[in-house]
């Protein structure tokens, strides 16, 4: 696996210095690569329909519900803030994807839902999304999704305690 140039200079750095067990420095460093890629990745999947990874979040979040979401549901479901979902919103709205209606129970709240627009973007996007995030490990066995789940699971562990 090919390291991100800046984590090759840090790693040749760890080396010059004699830094002990680099390679559990390289490891992390390739999992920080790993991740840019699958980031980079998703981005480029996204760009075409005008999305970025919040407006996708916020895009499936609404493809599941049948009524609209109250703006503030949204922000805790997609653990962003209001003000994030707000951005996020606007810019979902001035390309007709949401609309942002009156709660029919409460007419001082808003509902947030898919325009028709917006539904055939969500089912075209989702859909291609959880193909594309599903052939990331798709040539991994149960048995060594299971593994990796473990291990990626242990190694978060340790955030925590990291010093």
């Known amino acids: 696996m090919k390291l991100d140039q800046k984590y090759l200079a840090l790693l040749e750095e760890a080396q010059r210095r004699r830094v002990s067990d680099v390679e559990s420095i390289r490891l992390c460093f390739q999992t920080l690569s790993l991740a840019a890629s699958i980031d980079r990745g998703c981005a480029a999947l996204l760009e075409p329909h005008g999305l970025s990874e919040g407006r996708f979040v916020l895009l499936a979040l609404l493809d599941a519900s049948t009524y609209g979401v109250a703006p503030k549901a949204l922000a805790e479901q997609a653990g962003v803030t209001r ?19 009156a709660d029919a129970n409460d007419r001082r709240a808003r509902r ?3 325009t028709p ?6 089912k075209t996007v989702v859909e291609q999304h ?7 490990s798709a040539n991994l066995s149960a048995s060594e999704r299971s593994q990796l789940t473990a291990l990626l ?3 978060a562990g340790n955030l925590g305690s990291a010093t």
């Open 153 to 155: 699971e242990k190694v």
């Open 112 to 114: 947030v839902q898919l």
């Open 83 to 101: 003000g994030t979902v707000s951005g996020l919103l606007d810019g979902l709205e001035r390309e007709e994807l949401i609309e942002r209606r």
């Open 130 to 136: 959880g193909r594309w995030t599903a052939g990331l």
């Open 117 to 122: 627009k917006g539904r055939r973007v969500a």
